[in-house]
Each structure stands twice: as C-alpha cells, then as structure tokens.
C-alpha cells in the first residue's frame, strides 16, 4: 500500500510533491514551545496573585520562608488551577498554530485530473484562502440583509 502511494506520487507529480507542505510543517514544531511558554506565564501569574492575595508579610526570614513553602505546596494542590492553566495554554497554541495546518494540507492536497496542483506554494495557500473566505463572508452578511 504504501510502496503504491509512493510510486503513484512519484509518477504522477514528480518528486518535489513529496516535500510540498515542509515549510508550514517546520512552523507546526512550535506548537509545543508556544504552549510551554503560555503555560509557564499563566503559571507565574496564578502564584504571583495568589501570593499578592494573602497580603501579610512575616518580620523574619525564617518564618517567611516557612509561609513561602505552605503556600507554594498550597498552589500546588489546586488542581483545577492547573487544569484550566493547561488548558488554556494548549488554545493559545492552537490558535497560533492551526492555520499552519491548514496551509500544510492544503498544499498537500492531490492534483486535478489535469495533473496540475491547485495551490503552487504557501503565499499563492494563503492568497486564495483570504480571498476565499472574505468572499463568503461578504455573500453570508448580503443573503442576511434581504
């Protein structure tokens, strides 16, 4: 089967169509890091205002080192903090990173009967997708205004 697939992409579109759709999957590797970033900042942010939300600050270092641990170990039990934390850093990345799959599969997509591929690279993807889109966009508000 796959031995099939590739002798048919070979023949049919040359070997360049093996790496059509590379560029916006070297972007799609990011995905991880932009949502390790984002959960590290919300994570940050949640122990920065809970800390800022007990208000009161012991005379001693020992006594505010023993405060800092009990409440660290406190943030730390609140799970649902967290959840929400991963989960909102998981839609960031997501959002930043969704529109690189859709220019990647639309790359990748097979040729017309004709042989020729409907997008050439990645500008001509997102060229024709904003045109795409703009144009359904605009005949969606005319059909609700009649």
Request: hydrophobic fraction near 45%.
């Amino acid at each position: 089967m796959k031995d099939d697939a590739l002798r048919t992409i070979l023949k049919e579109e040359g070997w360049c169509a093996l790496y059509r759709g590379i560029a916006p999957s070297l972007f799609l590797v990011s995905h991880g890091a932009v949502q390790f970033m984002v959960y590290e900042e919300l994570r940050k942010f949640v122990v920065d205002f809970k800390s800022k939300e007990k208000g009161k600050t012991p005379k001693t270092d020992v006594k505010l080192l023993v405060r800092l641990l009990e409440d660290l170990s406190e943030i730390l039990r609140d799970s649902v903090n967290y959840a929400a934390i991963g989960a909102s850093s998981k839609l960031a990345a997501i959002l930043m990173t969704y529109p690189f799959q859709v220019i990647r599969a639309r790359l990748q997509q097979r040729p017309n009967h004709d042989g020729i591929p409907r997008y050439v690279d990645t500008w001509h993807v997102v060229k024709e997708t904003a045109l795409l889109k703009v144009f359904e966009a605009f005949t969606r508000v005319s059909l609700q205004a009649f």
